[in-house]
């Protein structure tokens, strides 16, 4: 039992000093949301409190303002998260487009 609770002490201590050094050089993600409207007040919310720099992330939140532009770019690897309507995603799945996450 000491020996878990020292291996969970060490282990703890190593990622508290870890996330200290890393803490310069957050990892950069881009978000996108494709529409103006109450379905999206959480994308809002997350910009306006700038809560993924409160966890540890670089986050650029863009604004596009067509569906189907907006599944383009998340399919090329331009944008890792979109929140956006479902006929521009489901008319992508069927033409054959795959996600690369």
């Not at 919310?45 to 604004?63: C, H, N, Q, S, T």
């Amino acid at each position: 039992m000491l020996r878990l609770r020292l291996f969970t002490i060490v282990g703890l201590t190593a990622v508290t000093l870890t996330g200290v050094a890393h803490a310069q050089s957050l990892p950069k993600i881009r978000v996108a949301y494709t529409s103006i409207g109450i379905q999206f007040d959480p994308v809002y919310i997350m910009k306006e409190l700038d809560l993924p720099r409160k966890y540890g992330v670089d986050a650029e939140i863009l604004f596009v303002p067509v569906s189907s532009r907006a599944i383009q770019a998340a399919l090329a690897g331009e944008i890792q998260f979109i929140t956006s309507g479902g006929v521009a995603n489901i008319n992508a799945n069927v033409n054959g487009a795959t996600s690369s996450a």
